[in-house]
């Protein structure tokens, strides 16, 4: 778990360039995938739209490892949540369209820490975010067309 530590200038500095690595066209290409197609409620469905050796698969695995490695930092304690929180609601729009098939992933591929950063650093900011405001993330995944 991330400790609560003042931001820095280098909390700044690292946001900075992970929103200039969001805008690598790859990555772009990927996001706008993930934002446009991931809409699935099963690791089944999931393979139908993004099967293994597709782009879409890559496009997958892209989107989902970065946010997880921008949960590994928040988790180490190198970036600090509370700045992260007040910019980085893509990362719980990725944790929102993934959450419900989750388990399945994790059992499927015998890795129980699958995604275990992302889910983590998510929870927490869902309910920094409720504790803000009680009914934006409902209203949040609603929007996004998450369960």
Sequence with gaps: MATATPASYDDVNLILRLYEM???EKMRAARDWFAGNCKVTSLDELMKIAPPGSS???YYRQVTSYWEMVASF???GVLS???FFESGRELLFVYA???PFLPEVRA???DPSAHANLEAVAQ???AWWTAKSPDAYAAFKKRIGAQ
């Design 22 to 24: 969001r805008r690598e």
């Design 56 to 58: 879409m698969n890559a």
């Design 74 to 76: 928040i988790e180490s």
């Design 81 to 83: 949540e509370k700045l």
């Design 97 to 99: 369209r993934i959450a």
């Design 108 to 110: 499927a591929y015998g």
């Design 124 to 126: 927490r900011y869902i």
